[in-house]
């Protein structure tokens, strides 16, 4: 059976609702980033309607025409991986950028959010799992990384990012988020950005529930959410 639209959205929160209990965590504390890399303006368009409020797109080139369309709907994410010559178009247009794993990268959105008159909210992009094929700092230079960012007034450090190894089974990916929480919470207790970074952006379409148990803050879900098109 096909569900509609609304009803993979309620389908989610349903299974949202329940690992958080599990967990013993307040739903409300999660929140849905629907990842619209993969579908059309117009499908775009019917999430914010079904009131999907957060957006997630990965290239400038492919959301250019979602965002001037739909922009002053809803809070965009910038969640691929961010080359600083795009910098440019995604700093200004983007609420966060999950992405941010390198000095150069972030000397760049620095002299942009500046030039703007305003602070950039990002996520230090970690690559907890060590994988090659996954972008991220290594687990071992995150402090140093957050201390560089604290000569940088126009980037506001809210959390941390991880992807996960795409695994058979989602409970091999617990590893992965337990790690990231004890990233987060070491960094905060440590003082390294002189302020606390709350959210763990973390978990997909297919191992969203551990993510949740985990304490994820922002999950980022396209396939099972919103579908995928040719």
Not at 63 to 90: C, M, P, S, Y
Not at 203 to 216: H, R
Request: charged content about 25%; some cysteine; hydrophobic content about 40%.
């Amino acid at each position: 059976m096909t569900l509609t639209f609304q009803e993979r959205i309620e389908y989610v929160r349903s299974r949202i609702a329940s690992a958080a209990e599990r967990s013993g965590r307040d739903p409300v504390d999660i929140r849905v980033i629907a990842v619209t890399k993969y579908v059309s303006l117009e499908t775009t368009r019917a999430a914010l309607d079904l009131g999907l409020e957060h957006i997630g797109e990965n290239r400038w080139q492919d959301v250019q025409a979602k965002w001037e369309a739909l922009h002053e709907r809803g809070t965009w994410h910038f969640i691929g991986h961010l080359q600083t010559n795009k910098v440019k178009d995604v700093v200004g247009k983007f609420a966060y950028i999950h992405s941010l794993d390198r000095l150069s990268l972030a000397k760049e959105i620095e002299k942009k959010a500046a030039a703007l008159g305003i602070v950039q909210d990002c996520l230090i992009q970690v690559n907890v799992s060590g994988e090659e094929s996954k972008y991220g700092l290594p687990p071992e230079e995150l402090h140093s990384f957050a201390g560089q960012l604290r000569d940088m007034p126009h980037i506001r450090v809210v959390g941390l990012m991880t992807m996960a190894p795409l695994e058979a089974e989602a409970e091999a990916t617990r590893p992965v988020f337990r790690e990231l929480r004890r990233l987060r919470d070491e960094l905060n207790a440590g003082g390294t950005l002189g302020y606390e970074a709350p959210h763990l952006s973390m978990g997909m379409s297919g191992d969203f529930e551990v993510a949740i148990e985990e304490g994820a803050t922002w999950v980022r879900l396209g396939t099972i959410l919103v579908g995928k098109e040719a």
